[in-house]
């Protein structure tokens, strides 16, 4: 809208002492022709828009004039505190409201602070997706975030791991949580709470309806107790292994590092090569034989004895490889 522009175009020229029309537009996505014509309106306003001709030349406000407009609306100061993560503000629809209050906070600073945010922006970046991963946003995710922001009842289809069909579900989403590349909502289910994939929601409708926020529920704590829960639930097997001290060390990044630490806690004293003898949780053997292996001959398997005939046919197979 060309309003939303013009103000944009204010809080532009607010921050900074002169723009070029280029630059103008490149800020706005527009034409240059557009940046002369909202120039003229802004002044027949009575916004003191002045246009230096010239090499050096540009758009200035005259006078040291400060518009009214900096003061931050709900979303944009709620979007501020996120603005570490464009991809997740882009994902989540509030892009525009965080570029917005930049611009407010900006136009707000005093004459030698205006460098402040270029200065953030060119020292520090957050890239959340993990590696290896192709980002995709989930569709649902949009509507689920208008949700939590206003505190409104979802109803949902959603589709368990595993299973074939989808269950519906009434949540009371109280907040998302951006994990590895992967959205999850934290969300009250008669009564209790749990979390969901937000790639595994098919349809999600926001109702008009408003839940009452449970003002004790502490995302951040909440979310680093199921999560560490999530983590040692995968851990349905057992291997008991014998390590090197270089093993060793290597081992928290090879397992999961809370039970290689419980195990090498309640481990005995190293053997008279100084290798020690401990049992570790693990997902499953087959898993545990692809983690396992890069360690190479700085362990070796003593049960289940499966997954040691696994080791021993590997070592066959690389001594026949390299003699």
Same mark, same amino acid.
């Given at each position: 809208?060309?309003?939303?522009?013009?103000?944009?175009?204010?809080?532009?020229?607010?921050?900074?002492?002169?723009?070029?029309?280029?630059?103008?537009?490149?800020?706005?996505?527009?034409?240059? $022709?557009?940046?002369?014509?909202?120039?003229?309106?802004?002044?027949?306003?009575?916004?003191?828009?002045?246009?230096?001709?010239?090499?050096?030349?540009?758009?200035?406000?005259?006078?040291?004039?400060?518009?009214?407009?900096?003061?931050?609306?709900?979303?944009?100061?709620?979007?501020?505190?996120?603005?570490?993560?464009?991809?997740?503000?882009?994902?989540?629809?509030?892009?525009?409201?965080?570029?917005?209050?930049?611009?407010?906070?900006?136009?707000?600073?005093?004459?030698?602070?205006?460098?402040?945010?270029?200065?953030?922006?060119?020292?520090?970046?957050?890239?959340?997706?993990?590696?290896?991963?192709?980002?995709?946003?989930?569709?649902?995710?949009?509507?689920?975030?208008?949700? @939590?922001?206003?505190?409104?009842?979802?109803?949902?289809?959603?589709?368990?791991?595993?299973?074939?069909?989808?269950?519906?579900?009434?949540?009371?989403?109280?907040?998302?949580?951006?994990?590895?590349?992967?959205?999850? @909502?934290?969300?009250?289910?008669?009564?209790?709470?749990?979390?969901?994939? @937000?790639?595994?929601?098919?349809?999600?409708?926001?109702s008009d309806d408003r839940f009452e926020r449970d003002e004790r529920f502490d995302l951040a704590g909440?979310?680093?107790? *199921?999560?560490?829960?999530?983590?040692?639930?995968?851990?349905?097997?057992?291997?008991?292994?014998?390590?090197?001290?270089?093993?060793?060390? *290597?081992?928290?990044?090879?397992?999961?590092?809370?039970?290689? $630490?419980?195990?090498?806690?309640?481990?005995?004293?190293?053997?008279?090569?100084?290798?020690?003898?401990?049992?570790?949780?693990?997902?499953?053997?087959?898993?545990?034989?692809?983690?396992?292996?890069?360690?190479?001959?700085?362990?070796?398997?003593?049960?289940?004895?499966?997954?040691?005939?696994?080791?021993?046919?590997?070592?066959?197979?690389?001594?026949?490889?390299?003699?």
């Amino acid at each position: 809208m060309r309003a939303a522009r013009l103000i944009r175009m204010v809080l532009l020229l607010q921050s900074r002492p002169v723009m070029t029309a280029a630059e103008l537009a490149r800020e706005l996505e527009v034409s240059e $022709r557009t940046v002369t014509r909202d120039a003229q309106a802004l002044s027949e306003a009575g916004v003191p828009v002045y246009a230096d001709r010239g090499r050096s030349g540009g758009y200035r406000l005259v006078g040291g004039y400060r518009t009214g407009l900096t003061g931050l609306a709900r979303d944009e100061a709620e979007a501020l505190f996120l603005s570490g993560l464009p991809s997740a503000l882009r994902e989540m629809g509030l892009a525009d409201a965080a570029s917005a209050a930049r611009l407010k906070v900006s136009a707000a600073l005093m004459p030698s602070l205006r460098d402040a945010p270029d200065r953030t922006v060119r020292r520090f970046h957050l890239d959340a997706p993990g590696w290896y991963q192709e980002p995709a946003t989930p569709r649902p995710l949009p509507a689920l975030a208008e949700a @939590v922001w206003g505190d409104r009842t979802v109803r949902a289809r959603y589709l368990r791991g595993g299973a074939d069909s989808a269950v519906e579900r009434e949540l009371d989403p109280h907040g998302l949580v951006l994990k590895a590349g992967v959205w999850y @909502v934290c969300a009250r289910v008669a009564g209790d709470f749990r979390v969901y994939r @937000v790639d595994r929601f098919s349809d999600v409708e926001v109702s008009d309806d408003r839940f009452e926020r449970d003002e004790r529920f502490d995302l951040a704590g909440f979310w680093a107790e *199921r999560a560490a829960q999530f983590a040692r639930s995968l851990l349905r097997a057992e291997v008991t292994v014998r390590v090197s001290p270089e093993g060793v060390r *290597r081992l928290p990044y090879t397992l999961d590092r809370s039970a290689v $630490r419980e195990a090498l806690g309640a481990a005995g004293p190293p053997d008279a090569e100084g290798w020690l003898t401990v049992t570790v949780p693990v997902e499953s053997e087959e898993i545990a034989y692809s983690q396992l292996l890069g360690l190479g001959p700085e362990l070796a398997v003593l049960e289940p004895a499966s997954l040691r005939e696994r080791f021993a046919a590997a070592a066959v197979r690389l001594r026949e490889l390299y003699g």
